[in-house]
């Protein structure tokens, strides 16, 4: 709980947005300066050892990634509204799966849907932005199987709460790691934006509910935790 209340703080904290996004436009900003000034230098040699078409690529590639930093954020920080409708979860899941069999059959990742044996209640849920948030966790667990592996997906009804659960047969988090995965901006991959699991907690939790996981050497499994009723 407590550690929930604290995570609830850091996604309202400006502060640790602000200084991930400092962080994050810092690097570009630094390399772009970098090779402005070489290109400069490059451009008044009469006899330029080098051509300049690479400095060039350089500062192509870094707008391109302030761009996507400033996309990221103001994604993150847009408070809209849930748009909430009744709707099967199943059909939510069946939808979002589509989306990544391509990729989970490429990388030999076998996927396994489990459903109860009850029939399900419809959910209150705005599909959009929760079928965004599940995918998060799918991308991450197929990401943590790059040679292999398993996606098992499973709803639970327990109470007044449905449980969306993404396990991995991946390497599991490591333990020090463990206490930033919510962060905005943090990212242990070349090319993660580091927001994924932040924009899901922040979906989740604006529809009363909650993240949670369980990590291991053999593997990590993600609980999204949905109130049936509709509370906010
Ligand atoms: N299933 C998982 N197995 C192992 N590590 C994970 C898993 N899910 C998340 N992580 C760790 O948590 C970090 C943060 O995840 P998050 O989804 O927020 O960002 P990202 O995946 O790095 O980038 P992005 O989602 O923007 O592409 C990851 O970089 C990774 O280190
Ligand atoms: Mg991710």
């Known amino acids: 709980m407590e550690e929930r209340m604290l995570r609830m703080e850091r996604f309202i904290s400006l502060g640790s947005l602000a200084s991930g996004l400092h962080h994050e436009i810092k690097n570009p900003l630094t390399a772009l300066s970098i090779h402005v000034q070489l290109l400069e230098e490059r451009l008044r040699d009469p006899n ?4 300049v078409d690479e400095l060039i690529g350089v500062l192509n590639t870094e707008v391109h990634r302030l761009n996507g930093v400033l996309e990221s954020f103001r994604n993150f ?4 509204r849930l748009t909430i409708q009744d709707v099967s979860i199943t059909d939510v899941l069946e939808t979002t799966i589509r989306l990544v069999r391509p990729q989970a059959s490429e990388q030999q990742v076998e996927i396994s849907i489990h459903y109860p044996e009850k029939p399900l209640p419809k959910v209150p849920l705005d599909v959009e932005k929760f079928e965004q948030a599940v995918l998060n966790v799918i991308i991450n667990a197929l990401e943590a199987m790059p040679s292999g592996g398993m996606l098992l997906i499973r709803v639970i009804l327990a109470g007044d709460t449905l449980q969306v659960e993404v ?6 988090i490591p333990h020090e790691l463990q206490s930033s995965v919510f962060k905005p901006y943090f990212s242990t991959k070349s090319r993660g934006s580091g927001m994924g699991l932040a924009l899901t907690e922040k979906i989740i939790s604006q529809h009363g509910g909650n ?13 999204l935790l949905l109130p049936l009723k509709q509370s906010v």
């Open 48 to 51: 330029p050892s080098e051509p």
């Open 77 to 80: 920080t847009n408070l809209q």
């Open 167 to 172: 396990s991995d047969t991946g390497l599991g």
């Open 211 to 223: 993240v949670t996981f369980q990590t291991g050497p053999k593997g990590t499994t993600f609980r």
